[in-house]
């Protein structure tokens, strides 16, 4: 189970982790489409995220803006949105209109890239799979809050997690 779909399901959210491709016109509150990003070019950094264009539905572009906010401020990674290419607004997942394995247009569906593996900072932050995961729990929070989907959670909820240090000893 994934950091993500383990605090998910800890405040009683319902959570499907799909293969690849997804069965064909899959249903569900929210899909999002989670990757990392890599460029040849190392100091290309920061998080970007997509819908199809023109959004299917009208809470995809509000499933982007609590998504992107969440992740923005938790991370403190650059925007890179203005990176966002077609392939990635045309993401086979949810263009219903090229590939039959694609959620169902009434599904609000996102791509986010959470960050590049092929930066140093990036991976680095990445490496640290909670922190992420936090990001995008509290946009998933945020959207399914404002849409009435969720019962009154705490802002910042966590699993907390003991944090382990090394100690070291020198006999003399």
Do not use: C, W
Request: charged share 25%; net charge positive.
């Amino acid at each position: 189970m994934t950091k993500l779909e383990h605090r998910l399901r800890a405040i009683g959210v319902e959570v499907e982790v799909l293969p690849a491709t997804p069965p064909v016109g899959y249903r569900a509150d929210l899909f999002i489409s989670v990757h990392a990003d890599s460029v040849r070019n190392p100091d290309r950094r920061g998080y970007k995220s997509a819908h199809f264009e023109p959004a299917r539905n009208p809470l995809e572009p509000i499933l982007r803006r609590h998504l992107d906010e969440a992740y923005l401020r938790a991370s403190r990674l650059a925007d890179d949105s203005i990176n966002v290419s077609p392939t990635m607004r045309e993401f086979y997942a949810f263009n219903h209109h090229k590939y039959r394995h694609s959620v169902h247009p009434d599904t609000p569906a996102v791509i986010v890239e959470m960050g590049y593996i092929s930066n140093v900072r990036d991976r680095a932050y990445l490496a640290k799979a909670s922190e992420p995961a936090d990001a995008l729990f509290q946009g998933i929070v945020s959207y399914l809050r404002h849409q009435g989907q969720l019962p009154d959670v705490p802002e910042r909820t966590f699993i907390e997690l003991p944090e382990l240090r090394a100690k070291t000893m020198r006999l003399k």
